[in-house]
């Protein structure tokens, strides 16, 4: 089973930039699709955005439409999130998802079949 590790979060002001990254494991990476999710304190677990295996599809939530980007380099097990303009709003613990199921993240994700442990981002002046 894929294991994945992720990176890049950190403190930075409104305005800023930070890019996330998902490091996976195992010989099936290439076969999942791949999405990120969020959990801010207090709150349910938030959708962001997910790249289906073969970079055929791309879905973001709303409130990160054109400020976020997924990424994926199969080669390397890994995907991205590049994080624009930065908001107090994104401050959360971002998750990085698989599933065989590009579905199965689009659908909120219950049931993934594989989850990181999470890297905080925290956006603060």
């Known amino acids: 089973q894929a294991r994945l590790v992720e990176s890049g979060g950190g403190l930075v002001r409104p305005g800023d930039s930070l890019f996330l990254s998902c490091s996976g494991s195992g010989r099936m990476f290439a076969l999942y699709a791949m999405g990120w999710f969020r959990q801010a304190p207090g709150k349910e677990r938030q959708f962001v955005a997910a790249?289906?295996?073969?970079?055929?599809?791309?879905h973001y939530a709303n409130s990160v439409k054109g400020r976020f980007i997924i990424s994926r380099d199969n080669n390397k097990n890994t995907v991205f999130l590049a994080m624009n303009n930065l908001e107090p709003e994104d401050t959360a613990t971002y998750y990085c998802a698989a599933d065989s199921s590009l579905e199965t993240l689009l659908g909120g994700g219950a049931n993934v079949e594989v989850w990181g442990q999470g890297t905080l981002v925290t956006v603060s002046a």
């Open positions: 790249m289906a295996r073969g970079r055929s599809a791309i």
